[in-house]
């Protein structure tokens, strides 16, 4: 027998700030009408422990009526970003053996038939069914199915090994032929992606994470948080064993905070792009993009996947932009310009992004002054740098190099290196230092000659 529940009890357990503020009203008039519309009910039995899946929704929940069963009233507050799904699954002895609890929502960027792109958020997932959720048995392991919305399915696979099980991988599918969620898009059918995780968890231990963790593929992301699951579980008593996972799969990239994550984030993978104003290529770029975002007390890290990005940009004689897209970043400008008609440098950054509730995070400074050099040479720094953009926004670059002007057969030209920027410090300290230096010594020596002269003075 399968169970699949999230908590409900009589007022929705997310949206209880929304209950004390609707229900003295709201519910004193509904029972009034009740009152006097239906007969008065028998004293009512032990209410039967039910749970709904309920994002923001205020619940009332009112004594059996006869021939009605139980009247229960859920006023939906809106839109919301998203729903926690919780599954307790249960096997032929009604014993737990696989509990999760978790949410999630997912970004998809699409091709229109207009070769335009664009990108949808599906993060409402009310209407989740769990059909296809098993325990597992001798041939197959456990496995998780959700299905929601217009076409949405979602699946995770276990495998038990030794002492471990695993997480062994997760598919999601989505149908683009669905003009209503995805209009005029170009391909047609379902369409899946599947990453296989693979990674372990001790048996008759919980696995929780309750950092943001996304999982990028092709021109799907995937976010996912509060997550809490057990599989295998052993005489139908869910783990209290068990903590917040310390390393993940490096296809994940998990948020607690800033300093803990690039601890364990891998160094994203360094992408070339360019930029052609149809007379040949004008504005070359290397580097590896690391995003970090602090949004509602929320800090996110993005590595940016130049296989699943796309770029454009334009050159002019004054400025030059490259722009870089992908399915959850509309648009990452990077805007050079020159200054003293001999020197180039980084002179504005322009951002805009879905986060994972659905919202987008937009920022702008054009008030910069990063990666300076010589026009007609390139900018080149192979250690890591960070842009700081805002307090809310930076941006870490690793093997970077680039040339938005004066490019010559598609070729970087000679290089000016950041450790030039390290040694220019060097320079007037070493300088200064050395003035003192002198200063000391014309000091000293005027002293010493003062004294003698006193000296020869008191001879007489």
């Known amino acids: 027998m399968t169970r699949a529940e999230a908590p409900c009890p009589g007022v929705c357990s997310t949206c209880g700030r929304w209950s004390a503020l609707l229900l003295p009203g709201f519910q004193q008039a509904f029972s009034l009408v009740l009152l006097l519309l239906l007969p008065p009910p028998p004293p009512p039995p032990p209410p039967p422990r039910r749970r709904l899946l309920c994002g923001i929704m205020v619940c009332f929940r009112f004594s059996p009526v006869p021939g009605s069963g139980l009247v229960l009233l859920c006023l939906v507050l809106g839109a919301v970003s998203s729903y926690a799904l919780e599954l307790n699954l249960t096997d032929s002895g009604k014993a737990t053996c696989l509990y999760a609890k978790w949410q999630m929502n997912f970004t998809i960027r699409y091709e229109t038939t207009s070769k335009s792109y664009k990108t949808v958020t599906v993060s409402d997932l009310s209407t989740a069914t769990y059909n296809g959720s098993s325990c597992g048995e001798d041939q197959n392991g456990p496995k998780i199915a959700v299905q929601f919305g217009s076409g949405f399915s979602w699946v995770v696979n276990f495998t038990k090994e030794g002492s471990t099980y695993s997480i062994d991988g997760i598919s999601f599918s989505y149908n683009i032929s669905d003009n209503t969620t995805f209009p005029d898009a170009k391909d047609k059918g379902i369409l899946t992606v599947y990453d296989p995780v693979r990674f372990r968890i001790p048996l008759n231990n919980i696995f929780r994470c ?251």
């Open 210 to 460: 309750n950092s943001l963790s996304t999982l990028e593929k092709d021109d799907v992301v995937q976010y996912y948080w509060d997550v809490h699951v057990q599989a295998f579980v052993q005489n139908g008593t869910v783990s209290t064993k068990g903590g917040r996972r310390e390393r993940i799969p490096s296809k994940f990239h998990t948020v607690s905070s800033q300093d803990d994550l690039r601890m364990i984030l891998d160094q994203p993978e360094v992408g070339s792009y360019s930029v052609n104003n149809g007379n040949g290529t004008c504005l070359l770029a290397t580097m590896g993009l690391q995003l970090n975002i602090t949004h509602e007390k929320v800090a996110s890290i993005i590595n940016i996947n130049p296989n699943t990005t796309d770029f454009t940009g334009n050159c002019h004689p004054q400025s030059a932009l490259l722009r870089l897209n992908s399915s959850n970043i509309k648009f990452l400008d990077f805007v050079f310009a020159v200054k003293n008609e001999n020197r180039f440098y980084l002179k504005e950054v322009n951002m805009s992004m879905y986060l994972v509730n659905g919202s987008v995070f937009s920022i702008a400074n054009n008030n910069l002054s990063y990666w300076d050099a010589p026009l007609g040479s390139s900018y080149m720094c192979n250690k890591e740098q960070t842009v700081s953009v805002s307090g809310a926004f930076q941006i870490n670059t690793f093997d970077l190099r680039v040339q938005p002007f004066n490019v010559m057969e598609g070729k970087y030209s000679t290089a000016q290196d950041c450790s030039a920027d390290d040694d220019n410090f060097l320079v007037p300290i070493a300088v200064g230092a050395a003035l003192a230096g002198v200063l000391i010594l014309v000091l000293l020596a005027y002293f010493i000659g003062l004294k003698r002269h006193h000296a020869g003075y008191e001879q007489f």
